[in-house]
T-cell receptor
Framework: SQTIHQWPATLVQPVGSPLSLECTVE??????LYWYRQAAGRGLQLLFY??????ISSEVPQNLSASRPQDRQFILSSKKLLLSDSGFYLC?????????????FGPGTRLTVL | AQKITQTQPGMFVQEKEAVTLDCTYD???????LFWYKQPSSGEMIFLIY??????QNATEGRYSLNFQKARKSANLVISASQLGDSAMYFC??????????????FGQGTILTVHP
């Protein structure tokens, strides 16, 4: 069966520090991968998505970046964190691009920037 | 651009009663999918139910059913026989066909459901 992992589960970082969040998927090949951010009590905002190794599309301008060094690995990074980067970060995967292909979410990383 | 609107920030229901969570959407696509996810306080996103734009029957999954009214562009979630464990945030989401959008999900702002004993 397929599983998706995210780490760390929680993170507290000072403003201006770097960031690296990792997401890995097991049990499937060539998944579409997505990074979402959720502010407290709000909906999910899509940050990045990838349909293949090395292919990254950005949805919103920001100081975050994403990379996909391997088929089932998706990394979210920042060189210098801002207070506004605080939030709950969710990684998701799907297979196929048809409307009925649901996305499966990881457990999330709760990031607090102080 | 796609848009999902959930107009109910919070809803309350008595245990064992039914509750309807509203969702309206806006898209110019003919082929799209509508999803409902549940997010408990732990933060995980749990898939509940899916409705395709060409599906003629309303989707059902156990106690969950989707009241799909295409002409009105609404996809309301109905939870029957509410349980205390149903207390959570509920998100409506839409996914259009592939192409340049790559099947991205657009989410509404969510509705917090509280089930009272």
């Amino acid at each position: 069966s397929q599983t998706i992992h995210q780490w760390p589960a929680t993170l507290v970082q000072p403003v201006g520090s770097p960031l690296s969040l990792e997401c890995t998927v097991e049990g499937t090949s060539n998944p579409n991968l997505y990074w979402y951010r959720q502010a407290a009590g709000r909906g999910l905002q899509l940050l990045f998505y990838s349909v293949g190794i090395g292919q990254i599309s950005s949805e919103v301008p920001q100081n975050l970046s994403a990379s996909r060094p391997q088929d089932r690995q998706f990394i979210l990074s920042s060189k210098k964190l801002l207070l506004s980067d605080s939030g709950f970060y969710l990684c998701a995967w799907s297979v196929g691009l048809r409307p009925g292909n649901e996305q499966f979410f990881g457990p999330g990383t709760r990031l607090t920037v102080l | 651009a796609q848009k999902i609107t959930q107009t109910q920030p919070g809803m309350f229901v008595q245990e064992k009663e039914a509750v309807t969570l509203d969702c309206t959407y806006d898209t110019s696509d003919q082929s799209y999918g509508l999803f409902w996810y549940k997010q408990p306080s732990s933060g995980e996103m749990i898939f509940l139910i899916y409705q395709g734009s060409y599906d003629e029957q309303n989707a059902t999954e156990g106690r969950y059913s989707l009241n799909f009214q295409k002409a009105r562009k609404s996809a309301n979630l109905v939870i029957s026989a509410s349980q205390l464990g149903d207390s959570a945030m509920y998100f409506c989401a839409m996914r259009d066909a592939g192409g340049t959008s790559y099947g991205k999900l657009t989410f509404g702002q969510g509705t917090i459901l509280t089930v009272h004993p």
